[in-house]
């Protein structure tokens, strides 16, 4: 099955967030990069590195609830080999927040020890928080503070609205100020983003979608898959994903008039069933693939 070509999933252009965040970036001491552990690569602002700049930075992998944890442990692994601080958690548990201060604070240990030998004890750490949209940054944000959301007073310098969030003693968080769009010229990236429901479903041919996961599926995770869908591996392994598709139909009784099988409703259910996990905790970007990644 061919790749989905140029999904035009989100409109708008970088430089006004690029500005604000800018602007911001001398009120806070470093930046917890969200990144979708289903897709770190894919997940990923293209243009993060230049807009935040030389600040201290720590990669959080949220919804790892949803990930195959082999892959997110191999992601971990390949972070901390290129020496990017990162940890994985989720925000529907709240498994892994612990580690978020301490880990901030090993980021900043140079920089705190430099401020407890100016008498500075006990600055207020201030972490601007980042991430496409749909990533999770209201839920961690709202995790965090503990969902009290104790919005810091405004300060000087910071202009009204700014979303400042305290979460802890001497500790906040900012909200990112603006949007960041994840890749927009890669036809992968987007294809992956709309796997997992990213790009609204009513843009895409949703057979043609659900077609190219199952591809994906029956090469990387034919045993959740054929579990799930009763299916035997041998008799998907040279099938295309529309194939594929119509035999899941077919074993679900999903037919219209005339015993024709409903690949739009098949097409949805396996859509569903991965975006909830129901297919099991599976990753999309593997670790493997990505040996140069940089944040
Ligand atoms: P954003 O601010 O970056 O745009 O993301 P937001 O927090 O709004 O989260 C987007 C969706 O992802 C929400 O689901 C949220 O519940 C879900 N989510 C966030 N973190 C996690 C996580 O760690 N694990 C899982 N499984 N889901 C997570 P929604 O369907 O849009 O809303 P709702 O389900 O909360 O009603």
């Known amino acids: 099955m061919e790749e989905i070509k140029s999904i035009q999933w989100f409109p708008g252009h970088m430089t006004k967030t690029k500005r604000k965040i800018e602007s911001q970036l001398k009120l806070i001491d470093a930046v917890a990069v969200l990144l979708d552990a289903r897709m770190p690569y894919s997940s990923c602002n293209p243009d993060l590195r230049s807009v935040i700049n030389n600040k201290p930075r720590l990669v959080v992998l949220n919804k790892c609830d949803m990930a195959d944890p082999t892959q997110t442990k191999r992601w971990l692994e390949l972070f901390r080999k290129k020496g990017i601080a990162a940890i994985a958690l989720d925000c529907k548990t709240g ?172 097409a949805a259910t396996v859509l569903d069933e991965f975006r909830s996990a129901t297919l099991g905790k599976l990753t999309i970007d593997k670790a493997e693939d990505y040996p140069d990644v940089r944040i």
């Open 95 to 266: 498994k892994g927040l612990n580690a978020f201060i301490p880990m901030v604070k090993n980021v900043l240990s140079d920089r705190i020890r430099a401020w407890n030998e100016k008498g500075m004890t006990g600055r207020t750490i201030k972490v601007m928080v980042v991430g496409i949209p749909n990533v999770g940054k209201s839920s961690f944000i709202n995790r965090m503070s503990k969902q009290n959301r104790a919005k810091v007073e405004d300060r000087p310098g910071v202009t009204r609205g700014n979303q400042w969030f305290t979460i802890g003693k001497g500790f906040d968080l900012l909200d990112t100020p603006g949007v960041l769009w994840p890749k927009f010229d890669d036809p992968g990236v987007g294809e992956r983003l709309a796997f997992i429901g990213s790009v609204k479903d009513d843009i895409l041919d949703t057979e043609q979608l659900s077609g190219r996961l199952l591809e994906y599926l029956r090469d990387n995770y034919a045993e959740p898959l054929c579990v799930r869908y009763k299916l035997d591996k041998d008799d998907i392994k040279d099938l295309q994903g529309y194939e594929i598709l119509e035999m899941i139909g077919r074993k679900r009784g999903m037919l219209i008039s005339g015993g024709e099988i409903n690949t739009e409703r098949a």
